[in-house]
T-cell receptor
Framework: EPEVTQTPSHQVTQMGQEVILRCVPI?????FYWYRQILGQKVEFLVS????????KSEIFDDQFSVERPDGSNFTLKIRSTKLEDSAMYFC???????????????FGPGTRLLVL | DAKTTQPTSMDCAEGRAANLPCNHS???????VYWYRQIHSQGPQYIIH???NNETNEMASLIITEDRKSSTLILPHATLRDTAVYYC????????????FGTGTRLKVLA
């Protein structure tokens, strides 16, 4: 069964450093997402991405964050200058991306645990 | 904020049916009900979704009341591996692709 994969599974970084979290969405999917979950809190939406553009983003997704589809398979989340409060699980998700179908099912990856020291 | 209300936690005996309720009294006619679960801190796993009719798949059944103000996820024969946090999410059919997660129900399946 196709699945979303994410690398690395764990990342430890120093405050102020840049990190790039990588995701490989399901191969025929066109819509991609990032969510995060701070320990003990809810899963929160960060951003959605379609046709090489951000289609929607939350208030959390400020100028420190960026997303990119550098090639035909990867989808990345970059945090330019990490803060302590960026420590969280980051989940990538993908959906088919059928035109106008908002109720598509999103399939989530296993997550990257980011720890900022 | 999430448009759903779920009990914080539930226990279920192994082999018995687990019935997880969800209230979504402000649901609109074009909004779907989705269920996901999260085992430990893994990524949310899709279970099932529906609009107004009851749905069944290999994992679970979804029963939606006629007024659509509530629903129940049924795991017919719970196993220890079903221990997880279960999320009920109401999604519109237009305007946004994002999921808004609530706090979910922590289901513990007991041996």
């Amino acid at each position: 069964e196709p699945e979303v994969t994410q690398t690395p599974s764990h990342q430890v970084t120093q405050m102020g450093q840049e990190v790039i979290l990588r995701c490989v969405p399901i191969s025929n999917h066109l819509y991609f997402y990032w969510y995060r979950q701070i320990l003990g809190q809810k899963v929160e939406f960060l951003v959605s991405f379609y046709n090489n553009e951000i289609s929607e983003k939350s208030e959390i997704f400020d100028d420190q964050f960026s997303v990119e589809r550098p090639d035909g398979s990867n989808f990345t989340l970059k945090i330019r200058s990490t803060k302590l409060e960026d420590s969280a699980m980051y989940f990538c998700a993908s959906s088919e991306g059928l035109a106008g179908v908002y109720q598509e099912t999103q399939y989530f990856g296993p997550g990257t645990r980011l720890l900022v020291l | 904020d999430a448009k759903t209300t779920q009990p914080t936690s539930m226990d279920c005996a192994e082999g018995r049916a687990a019935n997880l309720p969800c209230n979504h009294s402000t649901i609109s006619g074009n909004e779907y009900v989705y269920w996901y679960r999260q085992i430990h801190s893994q990524g949310p796993q899709y279970i099932i979704h529906g609009l107004k009719n009851n749905e069944t798949n290999e994992m679970a059944s979804l029963i939606i009341t006629e007024d659509r103000k509530s629903s129940t996820l049924i795991l017919p024969h719970a196993t220890l591996r079903d221990t997880a946090v279960y999320y009920c999410i109401v999604r519109p059919t237009s305007g946004t692709y994002k999921y808004i997660f609530g706090t979910g129900t922590r289901l513990k399946v007991l041996a």
